[in-house]
């Protein structure tokens, strides 16, 4: 008899919540404070968080940390594999990278392409002092050597599976999902 899986909660609002702030704590302290640090959140679900994370860091620091968007859909590597069009959507860093300290924000790392994506898209701006990465889940798998700086839930994955954020921001409740 095959058993049939189903997708599992592996992060609900609560959990996430937590996770940003232990990340924002690890940011002050590597970081000896937010001074020239900013965050950079990848489009769609990186940018949700970015802007959460920057809400943490001013709710301890008393500063405000500058948020900015960048889509990597033209940094892809895989657009021409791709039979639909990429929808481009706005880049938007208010503020000068250049000797910035820039954390670059995503819901999930798997392979590092979309990682590499974003720091070719990111240099193509300005040229960083450092770029760090945080990310909500960690999920393996990688392709490229790319190891993220923060990381709020290390989930071991099988290849065929997938993780899903879901976030408010995106009209659905925050939770993190595991599909088989």
């Known amino acids: 008899m095959e058993v049939k899986q189903t997708s599992r909660t592996v992060m609900d609002a609560q959990e996430i919540n937590r996770a940003l702030t232990r990340v924002a704590h690890e940011v002050i302290e590597k970081n000896h404070g937010i001074t020239n640090v900013a965050l950079v959140g990848i489009r769609t679900g990186g940018v949700y968080l970015a802007k959460r994370l920057a809400k943490k860091l001013q709710e301890i620091e008393g500063t405000a940390v500058p948020v900015g968007e960048l889509d990597i859909t033209l940094y892809r590597d895989d657009l021409n594999a791709r039979k639909e069009h ?95």
């Open 86 to 180: 990429p929808v481009l959507r706005k880049t938007d860093i208010p503020f000068d990278i250049t000797h910035r300290k820039v954390i670059l924000v995503d819901d999930v790392l798997f392979t590092g392409r979309t990682i590499r994506a974003a720091m070719d898209g990111l240099i193509d701006l300005g040229r960083p002092g450092e770029i760090q990465l945080a990310v909500l889940v960690d999920r393996g798998h990688r392709q490229l050597p790319i190891k993220a700086t923060y990381v709020g839930k290390n989930l071991p994955t099988a290849l065929e599976e997938s993780v899903e954020v879901y976030l408010e921001e995106a009209g659905t409740p925050d939770r993190v999902v595991l599909l088989p």
